[in-house]
């Protein structure tokens, strides 16, 4: 089993930054592709970013590249996800998962969630 717990959310105005955090604990050893995903209001889940522990593997969704970076501290078993520029766009419930190596872009890829933090961009 792995736990994720995410954090860091909140409201922020356009323009603005945030930093998210998912904290994993359990056989965080078992599932090495980690992955942020988002949710806006009647609209489906949305791949954002995904990384290995190991720090590589890197990959972000196209339109976010620029504005959004993924990063891992091995040492606190969290995953990152800095966020700048924010648009009202971005408003969404982020979602921290974890899958296999070679988890990408798919939900499907993932079998651990987190419970979700929400960011509301005000324009």
């Known amino acids: 089993q792995v736990q994720l717990v995410e954090s860091g959310g909140g409201l922020v105005q356009a323009g603005g930054s945030l930093t998210l955090s998912c904290a994993a604990s359990?056989?965080?050893?078992?599932?090495?592709?980690m992955g942020w995903f988002r949710q806006a209001p009647g609209k489906e889940r949305e791949f954002v970013a995904r990384i290995n522990w190991s720090g590589v593997g890197t990959y972000l969704q196209d339109s976010l590249k620029g504005r959004f970076t993924i990063s891992t501290d091995n040492a606190k078993n969290t995953v990152y996800l800095q966020m700048n520029s924010l648009k009202s766009e971005d408003t969404a419930v982020y979602y921290c998962?974890?899958?296999?190596?070679?988890?990408?872009?798919?939900?499907?890829?993932?079998?651990?969630w987190g419970q979700g933090t929400q960011v509301t961009v005000s324009s």
């Open positions: 359990g056989r965080t050893f078992s599932r090495n592709g």
């Open positions: 998962a974890a899958g296999g190596v070679g988890a990408r872009g798919n939900l499907n890829d993932y079998d651990y």
